[in-house]
């Protein structure tokens, strides 16, 4: 009697597909709205001003990234004017706080306020940059040795000749009279280290004590064995990722404040005017130290670092399980929060008039103070390990 039954239900269930199709529509609909509502309404981020579609999506910032091609910082910053706040909400659980001492609470060197596993992870491998706060102090004590040895001097003369080869093109380009390709030529000053597979090359044929300085040196977890295949993908890795944190940065840098310079007569004649004054030779021996104590020089360097802002984006930390409290507003622990680089260099209660390429901010009476707010390198524990 039962299996009639049900058979009889089962085939108007199966006669009807759009019974079927309309119940999980709605069923999704219904969900969905669920949970928009509680995101915009529920959340307990639902009181922190912003977008509405960051409030309830990540689309918000999808669409600054992606359609508006990695806008999100200038973005980001124009929400502050408009909602008039120092902390907008630019997704569902992600606050972005714009206030330079907050700041160095998120980038610390204490415990808390660990890296985003959500924004890291798509990296993609598990590198440096992706690693847990425990795993990355380990692989940055390592990695220390070789971006900021204790000898500069054989990395100097390694930089010295690479640029030296640089500049002897340049010259020969602009005799001429043919445009200079000032992106190309700073990447690959900027790329002049060992290659990836070279150096493993290096490895595995020689004793550890015949071996260059490398990377690969520094984190190899079997230094005194042929390296196996997985420890080499590893380290292949590693690797890229120190090209891909190292190369793109220090270039794009560099072609900027090049730029600066080339393009202000004032500014390109004051150094070279305070360079051919200096002390230096540069034809016999470079002598960066120096070279390093320049004022107008280190200025400059300071300035292009400020405006190159060539990490621009969300540096996303997570609020430790206790929370934390920003002005009236309670972040409960695992919050995603982030405060860019761009928001500080051009806080123009710091830095007046922050549009502008000025090297003289960096010499005026207060700029001691002034080091403090350049965060070109961020702080903290996930600092830059090539700033030196
Ligand atoms: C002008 C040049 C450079 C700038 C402005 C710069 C800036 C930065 C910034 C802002 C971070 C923090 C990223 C984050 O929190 O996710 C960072 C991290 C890092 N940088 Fe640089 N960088 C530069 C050059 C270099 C060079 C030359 C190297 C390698 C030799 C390097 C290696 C790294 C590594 C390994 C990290 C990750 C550290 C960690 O997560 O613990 N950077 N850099």
Same mark, same amino acid.
């Given at each position: ?11 108007s ?11 999980t ?9 669920? $949970?928009? +509502? %509680?995101?915009w %309404? ?14 309830? @999506? ?6 600054q ?8 910082? =200038? ?5 502050? =004017? ?6 907008? *909400? ?6 972005? $706080?714009?206030?330079?001492e907050f ?17 890291y ?9 992706? +690693? ?19 000898? %500069? ?11 030296? /080869?640089?500049?002897? *093109? ?17 990447? &690959? ?16 044929? &020689?004793?550890?004590?015949? *071996? ?9 977890? @079997?230094?005194? /064995? ?6 080499r993908?590893?380290? #292949? ?5 120190? #090209?891909?944190?190292?190369v793109?940065?220090t &270039? ?11 393009s ?16 230096? @030779?540069?034809?016999?021996g ?5 070279i ?7 200025a ?6 400020r405006?190159?802002t ?5 540096l996303?930390?997570?609020?430790p ?17 982030? &405060?860019?680089?761009?928001?500080? /260099? ?9 549009? $502008?390429?000025n090297?003289? *901010? ?9 080091? =403090?707010?350049? #965060? ?13």
């Open positions: 009697m039962f299996d009639g039954y049900l058979g009889k239900s089962l085939d269930i199966t006669l009807s597909p759009n019974l079927f199709f309309y119940t529509g709605t069923i999704l609909i219904a969900r969905l709205l669920q $949970i928009l +509502a %509680w995101r %309404w529920f959340h307990p981020l639902s009181s922190v001003p912003g977008p509405r579609l960051a409030a309830v @999506s990540s689309l918000w910032q999808m669409w990234d992606v359609v508006r091609d990695g806008d999100a910082a =200038r973005a980001i910053d124009r929400l502050h =004017r408009e909602y008039n706040t120092d902390i907008v *909400r630019i997704s569902p659980n992600h606050v972005h $706080i714009k206030d330079p700041y160095f609470k998120i980038y610390n060197v204490g415990p808390g306020f660990d890296k985003d596993p959500g924004f992870s798509k990296l993609g491998v598990n590198s440096i940059l992706s +690693a847990d706060t425990n795993s990355a102090r380990s692989m940055r004590s390592k990695a220390n040795a070789i971006v900021a040895p204790r000898d %500069w001097g054989s990395m100097v003369e390694k930089a010295y000749s690479t640029a030296k /080869h640089a500049s002897d *093109r340049l010259v020969i380009h602009s005799e001429r009279g043919e445009d200079i390709d000032l992106f190309h030529t700073f990447r &690959s000053i900027s790329q002049g280290g060992e290659w990836v597979d070279g150096t493993l090359k290096n490895s595995k044929n &020689s004793s550890v004590k015949d *071996r260059k300085s490398t990377i690969i040196d520094a984190l190899n977890p @079997s230094p005194n /064995h042929d390296i196996s295949a997985t420890d993908e590893w380290l #292949v890795d590693q690797s890229n990722t120190f #090209v891909f944190a190292g793109d940065t &270039s794009t840098m560099l072609m900027y404040t090049f730029h600066k310079v080339l202000s007569h004032e500014i390109h004649s004051r150094l070279q005017h305070e360079l051919q004054n200096a002390d230096i @030779s540069i034809q016999e470079y002598d960066w130290k120096t390093r104590e320049l004022p107008y020089l280190s400059v360097i300071k300035e292009g670092l405006l190159s060539v990490i621009p984006g969300r996303p930390r997570t609020v399980a206790e929370g934390v409290e920003y002005k009236g507003t309670f972040l409960p622990g695992g919050t995603v929060v982030s &405060s860019t680089i761009y928001s500080m /260099h051009h806080n123009s209660k710091i830095f007046p008039e922050s549009d $502008i390429f090297p003289d *901010r960096w010499l005026a009476a207060n700029s001691a103070e002034l080091e =403090r707010y350049n #965060v070109a390198f961020s702080k903290g524990k996930r600092s830059c390990i090539g700033m030196k």
